[in-house]
């Protein structure tokens, strides 16, 4: 709904209007009612991070299922983290983590932002490698 209906409605009028930067404000647009509709104060600034993405991932893809995957692999995290541990539904993140050194943390959210990143960039790159083979 959020990228397959809104961003692409928002983005085809905002093309029509002669908007500068449609395609990042209809991205934008359908991150903060992506992260809205959630709800939750704690899960907002995350599903807005991730509407970026989705949106973006959108945006450059053209299609819904790549957004579709990674959407399903974030809740799947959290699913299994809730099934795993499920005292962690009502514990705070600093009860969560006390008992895992701070560096550690540090280190694994550090990691996972380079992954995040690599991922980005090595798509990107196929992208634009797809993008200049379609060129006539």
């Known amino acids: 709904v959020f990228r397959g209906a809104i961003q692409r409605a928002a983005a085809n009028y905002f093309e029509e209007k ?13 991150a903060v009612l992506f992260a809205g509709i959630h709800g939750n104060p704690a899960q907002i600034p995350h599903a807005l991070l991730m509407g970026v993405l989705l949106g973006w991932m959108y945006s450059r893809s053209g299609s819904i299922i790549p957004c579709v995957i990674v959407h399903w692999v974030n809740n799947s995290i959290g699913f299994a983290q809730y099934f795993l ?49 379609n060129l006539p």
């Open 18 to 30: 002669g908007v500068r930067n449609f395609q990042w404000r209809a991205i934008l647009l359908s």
């Open 85 to 133: 541990f499920p005292e962690s539904y009502e514990m705070t993140a600093i009860e969560m983590f006390s008992s895992i050194p701070i560096w550690k943390v540090g280190a694994y959210v550090l990691l996972s932002i380079y992954f995040f990143y690599r991922a980005i960039t090595s798509l990107n790159i196929i992208w634009k490698k797809e993008e200049a083979n």
